[in-house]
């Protein structure tokens, strides 16, 4: 398995939802990554976990909340976004030490 | 300034142009990246550069460490190539700082 795969595609949520991201590696990578791409615009960095500890967090607001349960598994909560928290949220993985991150193909969030 | 700029930010082409994007970064680094982003999708790594050129099918990336500089260049171009490039250096593992873009729309 050579890929970084998320669920969902995409959610609707209201502003006073609980809702969470799913990603999942298993190419045995120990770093793992949470982006946030707004439309026409490079990716942000949030968080990073690197053998399942939190590693950056890039003073991210706290109604983003990273777990990371397994060294395969990166989840991303939420809870009671914004509207302007809407965009593609990205996962990525490395493996230990290289610079090459491999990212999924994004979850698409609108905070309604 | 940004760390990493691109030029140029849009460049559209007819089918079978050759392409060039170019990368330029101000910041030391311990590799280059090529990334791809079709619309609405995710992010594929096309090349990761320390030095020299490297080449995958069509495509061919180069980097010159003492000019800091970076280019990827598409032969044969097809409407499929059609997407955003990014360029992204790493600063030791973990963290990429990204360009800005360059949207390329190929015209058949």
């Known amino acids: 398995d050579t890929e970084v795969t998320q669920t969902p595609k995409h959610l609707v949520m209201g502003m006073t939802n609980k809702k969470s991201l799913k990603c999942e590696q298993h190419?045995?990578?120990?770093?793992m990554y949470w982006y946030k791409q707004k439309a026409k615009k490079p990716p942000e960095l949030m968080f990073v976990?690197?053998?399942?500890?939190?590693?950056i967090n890039e003073s991210v607001p706290s109604r983003f909340s990273p777990e990371c349960p397994n060294s395969s598994l990166l989840n991303l909560h939420l809870h009671a976004l914004q509207p302007e928290d809407s965009a593609l949220y990205l996962c990525?993985?490395?493996?230990?030490?290289?610079?090459?991150?491999?990212f999924g193909p994004g979850t698409r969030l609108t905070v309604l | 300034k940004n760390e990493v700029e691109q030029s140029p930010q849009n460049l559209t082409a007819q089918e079978g142009e050759f392409i060039t994007i170019n990368c330029s970064y101000s910041?030391?680094?311990?590799?280059l990246h090529w990334l791809q982003q079709h619309p609405g999708g995710g992010i594929v790594s096309l090349f990761m550069?320390?030095?020299g050129k490297k080449k995958h099918g069509r495509l061919i990336a180069t980097i010159n460490i003492q000019e800091k500089h970076s280019s990827l260049h598409i032969t044969a171009s097809h409407p499929r190539d059609s997407a955003v490039y990014i360029c992204?250096?790493?600063?030791?593992?973990?963290?990429?700082?990204f360009g800005q873009g360059t949207r390329l729309t190929i015209n058949p």
């Open positions: 190419m045995g990578h120990r770093a």
């Open positions: 910041v030391g680094i311990s590799a």
């Open positions: 990525a993985s490395s493996p230990r030490g290289a610079n090459e991150q491999f």
């Open positions: 992204a250096v790493s600063q030791g593992a973990q963290k990429l700082v």
């Open positions: 976990y690197s053998y399942e500890k939190l590693s």
């Open positions: 550069l320390s030095s």
